[in-house]
């Protein structure tokens, strides 16, 4: 499915950002043609690039960085350009491009027809696509151009995938960073300070909407998944899912002989969170809390290349979240975790 612009509002609003090309390598926008209630300069290094509005994700980064309320916390980064097509065939994705293409319009950003395009444009890029299965050839793009990639979830649609992508960001020395903005809600990261003491055992719970394209837990179930992660660290070792029309628990066993559950919410209040079992309290963390702690983490790591998240615990989620799958098919018996990364290498 393609999308159809208006060429003369296109041309209109092109015209306005070329005449706002000013020297050194900035971009000054006159904002009154988008509706922007400041002025939009934005130096070379610092031009952020959207590729896929096809997810409410775009707009609140986009509000975020372009908004009037924009703050220093962001280091003066902006979004100056996108790219709108995201999945090409899941409806729920397809139908919000139009609207958000026109949100993130009003805000100063050039809407271009290219990754290619984009990527001539910007410094760092937001890959924003909903549909993991597009992820792997549009993160190629961003990675032959070397910029680095906060790459929101799911990173794929496979293990197999996520992991050729990093093995290709690897390869072509480009940092990626990939995260559920559960990871960075507050109690969760105080838990992981300490709070509770010695982190023995987690039960953490999300919605868990199925899209039929993607593996069960990778397209809302891993929000819960990140934040039991989070909590956890690394080392899980087996899965076993087990799955009923009233409810979802998915165990991981860790090789410390630590036991982890994430419970996909199927029916009744769909909120985010988590129980963590410490040594010295036990503590309720959640609900969400919004993207900005999330924003902060991708700013810092387009400032200094350095992924807050290594690619390894992100590969381990991806990996958890397949095998669960197969532990689906075979009636709940437990799935090596480490032979599922081993077949997707």
Not at 4 to 32: H, N, Q, T
Not at 70 to 84: L, N
Not at 98 to 118: F, M, N, W
Not at 261 to 273: A, M, S, V
Request: proline share 5%; glycine share 12%.
């Amino acid at each position: 499915m393609s999308i159809r612009y208006d060429r003369r509002k296109f041309i209109r609003s092109a015209a306005v950002v070329g005449a706002g090309l000013g020297m050194g390598g900035r971009l000054i926008a006159a904002p009154e043609s988008f509706g922007y209630a400041g002025p939009l300069s934005v130096e070379t290094g610092r031009r952020v690039g959207i590729i896929g509005l096809d997810t409410s994700h775009a707009t609140a980064f986009t509000q975020a960085l372009n908004g009037p309320k924009a703050g220093a916390e962001y280091a003066g980064y902006r979004v100056v350009a996108a790219y709108p097509q995201g999945s090409l065939d899941i409806v729920s994705s397809v139908e919000r491009i139009p609207g958000y293409t026109e949100q993130v319009r009003k805000l100063g950003v050039e809407i271009v027809g290219s990754v290619a395009e984009l990527l001539q444009q910007v410094d760092v890029v937001l890959l924003e696509t909903n549909d993991g299965r597009r992820h792997l050839e549009q993160a190629l793009q961003v990675f032959e151009a070397g910029k680095p990639v906060f790459m929101d979830k799911p990173v794929a649609a496979s293990l197999k995938d996520a992991v050729a992508i990093y093995a290709a960001a690897e390869k072509r020395g480009v940092p990626v960073f990939s995260s559920s903005s559960l990871r960075y809600t507050p109690n969760v990261q105080e838990a992981v300070a300490g709070k509770a003491g010695k982190i023995l055992a987690v039960d953490a719970w999300s919605p868990m909407k199925i899209e039929k394209t993607h593996p069960d837990l990778f397209w809302y179930g891993i929000h819960g998944v990140e934040t039991l992660f989070t909590l956890m660290g690394t080392g899980c070792r087996s899965v076993s899912r087990i799955r009923t029309e009233e409810a979802e628990v998915v165990t991981g066993t860790w090789a410390d002989g630590r036991i982890g559950t994430f419970r996909g919410l199927l029916k009744g209040k769909q909120d985010y969170g988590g129980t963590v079992f410490g040594e010295k309290s036990i503590l309720t963390v959640g609900p969400h809390v919004g993207y900005e702690p999330l924003l902060r983490q991708i700013i810092g790591f387009f400032q200094t290349g350095k992924p807050p998240v290594p690619a390894a615990e992100t590969l381990e989620i991806f990996a958890f979240m397949e095998a669960a799958d197969v532990s689906k098919r075979k009636g709940g018996r437990p799935v090596d975790l480490q032979t599922q990364l081993r077949k997707a290498r």
